[in-house]
């Protein structure tokens, strides 16, 4: 098989999922906030309209696509079909009379557009494969998206709600994961058909993603902090959009750490217990960036409700509130929660305030989110038995990594590793957001350099931000190794932090501003550097690893093949998915580090067993996979000495159609073992891939003998 330049291809399909998410993720929401009227959209103009419609759609879409999902599939599509029939309806007759003229672009356009092109080049060059002559390499946040590259190409096969693609026993187990941005890269997927592939609709959502993020800050500075004149609007929105690119001073200890020590790290915040920056959180995680979008568009609209003169304007704003936070729901977990608890807080300071009209929409929205919500909980909890991991949530104070490791080197005991990480807050903090920690002083010290009880929007601020520190400070989830609960939900003080920026950076005393000018002007250009290099090496440490330049770690390969196993086993499984049928259960060696990425990445075929825990955390049964790992271990050994000769045995006892063995298995180093013995179907020098319907007798097709 000679394919076409694989990063053309990705390029290209991408690209074209770029084209479509529109449909999704505009009309939607154009649609939406025009029957609801939320902020005024009847009376704004078409740049506010389209920009407000990006992150209304991805708040409110994803849980109205999970309920009819639910019902048909084919509702959802006449329910797109209808947003977009009434987005034609509503906009073209405006442009017909001559409502919206067309005049050359502002200089705030021009900006907004650079940095729209900018960052489409980013996220998509970030994510597709690189291609040199026979080498492929996809890059380090492959170790995330080939996970969910696989629940999206489930999504697609299975419906709503889908099934955990690795984990195929002959028995259904739903999915148990927090998959609703993924929903919208499914119907891409299904809408671009065999030009659009389950990865090549991720990165696209990646980009929109960005888009949504950037649209959220123009929103808040628009409504939750407004401010009458029309320039400082438009130079708080772009200052907003830009410090999206700045990240803390962590490359200062990570290039201490190479210098020094000679420890390099795929990611930039590998090197401490994670606050990721928003560049690096939309390439790695967008599903979490989605929910964060949800929570604060669904916020902004309840915020907004009051000044809605009827009890039927607020009930709305209740009912589009509640909805887009039951998309945060479903699609994440953990800053929901956070998110869930400031507004609790938020609540209980309305009652205190005496605000009862907005106490009333609070509590309508909180109604309108569990009952929308509930049916996606209890499928949750329903994803079969004995999962992964133990209890949700410890308490646990931030980790310092560097004393940390120090302490438990020295033998010391928790508690005081719990004190030395106690002490280091503020040096891990300062390290972790730089710019932003001062800025928090500046503007912390402002307010209460005012001697007056705080504005409404200051002190919703404050409580967003501290309420987020707080959680994540003291609390981590356990469910598996990383903490989610830290990591992403420390995202909210994040964005609250950016805000804080804006004020600080356009509302302090000119004279005060430029005595510390020099210094936040330092810890910007760290963090903006900071952002450059992460984006860097996640995109190029496999290409470097491969040529001896960094380490090789596990999880990459042992050797410095990289490239040219990953082209070999993209071949290998692109002729597997043009030739077998989508339910067809395609099996790997299962004793992988960390992940088979090439298999989940490339397959589009859902597996017996993901890895030799069946990956049951995202649905299964633990006691199940164990029977069947052990059937595995026959043709799959972790010696090449247990290899066996045949693989009737497992194809009779196994719901197996497909076998793939790479040379890097076991299995392969036998000469004697069923790699040699049996004729492939498809091979190349890296990968051999078996049928088990008529394996014996069954002739092998056109693919390079090793």
Sequence with gaps: MTPAHFTAEDVKASFLAVCLFPAFLVFPGYGIAKVFDLFDFGRRTLAFRMVASVPLSMAITPILTYLLGRVSGTAVWVMYAAFALYFLASIVPDLRRGRWHPTPLSRETLIFMGIAVVWLVIAILSLVDLQFGNKNYYSTLAMDYSLRTSFVQSISATGIPPNNPFFSPGQVYPLRYHYFWLLLCSLIDQLGGSAINPRQAMIGGT????????ATVALYCRIFSFQRERSSFHRRARIGILLLAVTGIDLIPIIALQVLLGIGFACMDWWNEQVVGFVSSILWEPHYVCGLIACLT???????????????????????????????????????????????????????????????????????????????????????????GGSILQFHIR??????????????????????????????????????????????????????????????????????????????????????????????????????????????????????????????????????????VLRFYPVLAD???VTMTGWLGPDRKLGNRTYALRQ????????????????????NIIEDIPAMFYANRPSLAGDENCLVTFGGDASVCREIIHKLNRIYPTSAKSAVGSIAEACESLPLNILLVKDTDPAWRSPGSWVWNEKPVYANEYARVFRCSNHSSRAGLPGREP
Aim: with cysteine; proline share 3%.
């Design 572 to 591: 290998a499984y692109e002729w597997i998915d043009q030739t077998s049928n989508p339910a067809e259960l395609v099996q790997f060696d299962p004793h």
């Design 399 to 536: 980790s310092f990594k560097m004393a940390e490791m120090t302490m438990q080197a020295r033998g010391s005991g928790p508690v005081w590793i719990a004190v030395i990480n106690a002490i280091f807050l503020p040096l891990n903090y300062f390290l972790e957001l730089g710019f932003f920690f001062v800025v928090a002083r500046l503007w912390w010290k402002k307010r209460l350099a005012r001697g007056r009880a705080w504005e409404r929007r200051d002190l919703a601020l404050g409580l967003m931000v501290a309420t987020s520190v707080v959680i994540c400070t003291f609390i981590r989830s356990a469910i598996i190794g990383n903490n989610d609960l830290g990591w992403r939900g420390f995202l909210v003080a994040q964005f609250g932090l950016v805000l804080c920026a804006i004020d600080v950076l356009t509302d302090i005393d000119v004279s005060a501003f430029q005595l510390r000018k020099g210094y936040l002007s330092i810890l910007l250009a760290i963090g903006a550097c900071g952002t450059l290099y992460d984006v860097a």
């Design 547 to 549: 040529q001896g330049k």
């Design 207 to 214: 980009f929109w993603c960005g888009l949504g993020l950037m």
């Design 298 to 388: 669904g916020f902004l609209i309840l915020w907004d409700a009051p000044r809605q003169a009827t009890q039927r304007g607020r009930t709305q704003y209740s009912i589009a509130g509640g909805a887009a936070l039951a998309t945060a729901v479903g699609a994440s977990i953990y800053i929901t929660l956070v998110f869930g608890i400031f507004l609790l807080v938020w609540t209980g300071v309305t009652v205190w305030k005496k605000w009862r009209t907005e106490t009333g929409v609070l509590i309508i929205a909180g109604l309108v989110t569990i009952l929308l919500s509930a049916p996606y909980l209890v499928n949750l909890r329903g994803g079969g038995g004995d999962p992964a």
